[in-house]
């Protein structure tokens, strides 16, 4: 079993194996411990790909989509489930079905939309956008766990004096922090790596790329350059990796979670 | 407490939601219904009006879309079958007691957080480069097949990519179902003289129903959007023979420029997805209604 595990990984294992090779050595042999290993390719990559500027982009990208996503679902399906009137079932309904509209179905007048409404072509407009795709689910996962917090606890505290949104900020949201790492977890993982909507609203200009689309161009390049290729690829997935590390046990439940419930 | 004030908090707090989703889902969709009866390149000023002929064209077209969807349902149903029947078999020795299973459950799971486009690009680097020198080092004829040029290989090839970066997820799920089955349901079969696979197959499959439903539907409706691994694994190639759905779509829009003709494609995409997803439902849920 232990076997089979390391022949499964051995592929992300060549890939940072070669990334410490000169160029020489990965033409003649892919498989070969390098002679020396060396952290040029990594010098040489970083300012190419201006790495730094493509981490900071998807880190503002990833942390304003997951806050509002966050804010706005949690609340909405705090509502939504506490007032059952005819207009709340009807608006969870609207938000979300659209959980069986495959993106690609409708990508292609979503450009259009978003040029109107300038958020293509920048960071924080792609932030905002993944708030209108990520609310659905999200919505729906905040939904169904709303009914395991006994309602007597908001109704005492509305009693007590307190509005609305004040009883969900401090009594009804620190109670979904379970729940809420699901989707923080589900939502970090989904952006920090999705391709296709950065690839069709943030492509234009090196200032507004993810990390993702970056290494997509890069690797396109330096298709032939195969030392320079593998050290692209980790540094795009090396984050991902050693949030996995810090994390996993969340990470795992989070995902569990979250398919369960979505 | 119906108050008027509460009918207006309801609203309120629930309309950034419903917006967001009408501008970025609801709208768009609309949209590409109405061009999906229009001839645009994207860069005239104005769509023209064509009916139904798209669609027509679709039908009686040069066939790319046809080829599209019939690789889309191949790789669907081979990418279900293996991912399910792995990470269920995974996950059977996952949940014993070995010292290492956390390692391993981890292991596994490495290549469903990495990013799909960079696991196409890992693969390509694997087929066309470390192949060739494992076989040097190992003689196994299979590694000299040409797994991204062959027609016949390349699909397997594809569908290779996709159970490996996925197949970690489900093994969770099935972790996760495996674990909630009552052990005494498990000894107690073997009282009542099950052995290794009659308790497999009479006791632990129907407890694990749900969990194959969960993992059944969700490899479905993925498998059936797949993109990103193959625009970085083959481009849609050789001889465009692994242009999934989606990626026909994004061609005939952002590439071939006929973003009428493209809108067709996914709304007729969209239809088969839903109703895909729809019949599957209905199944299940009358399968639980039987049991």
């Not at chain 1, 042999?29 to 390098?34: E, H």
């Given at each position: 079993m232990i076997l089979l595990a390391l022949l499964y990984i051995y592929p992300i294992f060549l890939m940072f194996l070669n990334s410490l090779k000169p160029f020489g050595e990965v033409v003649s042999?892919?498989?070969?411990?390098?002679k020396a290993a060396t952290f040029q390719n990594y010098a040489d990559v970083v300012k190419r790909m201006q790495y730094f500027q493509l981490f900071s982009n998807n880190v503002i990208i990833t942390a304003i989509g997951v806050t509002g996503i966050v804010a706005l679902a949690s609340l909405a399906a705090y509502v939504l489930d506490r007032r059952r009137t005819r207009y709340a079932k009807l608006a969870y309904l609207l938000i979300i079905t659209p959980m069986l509209i495959p993106f690609q179905t409708f990508m292609i007048t979503l450009l259009k939309v978003m040029t109107v409404a300038h958020l293509a072509g920048s960071t924080w407009g792609l932030g905002i956008q993944y708030w209108g795709f990520g609310v659905p689910m999200a919505v729906f996962i905040y939904f169904n766990f709303m009914n395991t917090i006994p309602r007597e606890l908001d109704e005492s505290a509305l009693i007590d004096g307190a509005t609305t949104f004040r009883t969900f900020r401090s009594i009804i949201f620190p109670m979904l922090k379970t729940i809420t790492a699901t989707v923080v977890v589900l939502d970090v993982m989904w952006i920090w790596n999705d391709f296709l909507l950065p690839l069709l609203m943030v492509n234009g200009r090196p200032e507004t790329k993810t990390l993702v689309l970056s290494a997509y161009t890069f690797v396109g390049q330096f298709n032939t350059q195969w030392h320079y290729a593998m050290t692209a690829m980790v540094l795009t997935v090396l984050p991902s990796i050693v949030i996995f590390i810090a994390l996993q046990r969340n990470i795992v439940q989070g995902v569990v979670a979250g398919a369960i419930k979505g | 407490m119906k108050s008027p004030r509460n009918r207006i908090e309801t609203v309120v707090y629930s309309l950034p939601c419903l917006a967001l989703v009408a501008l970025t889902i609801y709208l768009p969709f609309v949209l590409s219904g109405y061009y999906s009866l229009t001839k645009w390149n994207g860069i005239a000023r104005e769509p023209v009006f064509i009916g139904l002929r798209n669609f027509a064209d679709l039908i009686r077209g040069d066939g790319s879309f046809m080829r599209a969807l019939i690789f889309t349902g191949e790789y669907t149903v081979v990418s279900m079958v293996a991912l399910n029947a792995a990470a269920l078999a995974l996950a059977v020795v996952l949940v014993k007691d070995l010292k290492s299973r956390n390692f391993l459950r981890s292991v596994f799971f490495v290549p469903y957080i990495l990013s799909m486009t960079i696991v196409g690009f890992i693969w390509q680097f694997i087929f066309s480069k470390g192949f060739e020198d494992l076989y040097k080092i190992t003689g196994f004829a299979f590694l000299r097949l040409s797994w991204l040029g062959d027609v016949r290989i390349v699909f397997y090839s594809v569908v290779l990519v996709g159970v490996w970066q996925a197949v970690g997820f489900y093994v969770v799920l099935y972790v996760a179902g495996l674990q909630s089955i009552p052990r005494d349901i498990l000894e107690a079969a073997v009282v009542d003289g099950a052995n290794g696979p009659t308790k497999f197959l009479r006791v632990t499959l129907p407890m694990l129903s749900s969990s194959i439903n969960t993992c059944v539907l969700l490899s479905m409706i993925n498998s059936l959007k797949v993109f990103d691994t193959i625009l970085a694994l083959t481009k849609g190639g050789p001889a465009g023979s692994t242009y999934s759905a989606t990626l026909e779509i994004y061609r005939e829009a952002f590439q071939n420029n006929n973003y009428g003709l493209g809108a067709a494609k996914s709304l007729v995409f969209f239809l088969i997805v839903l109703v895909l997803t729809l019949f599957v439902l209905r199944l299940f849920r009358s399968r639980d209604d039987a049991a």
């Open positions: 042999d892919v498989i070969a411990l390098p | -």
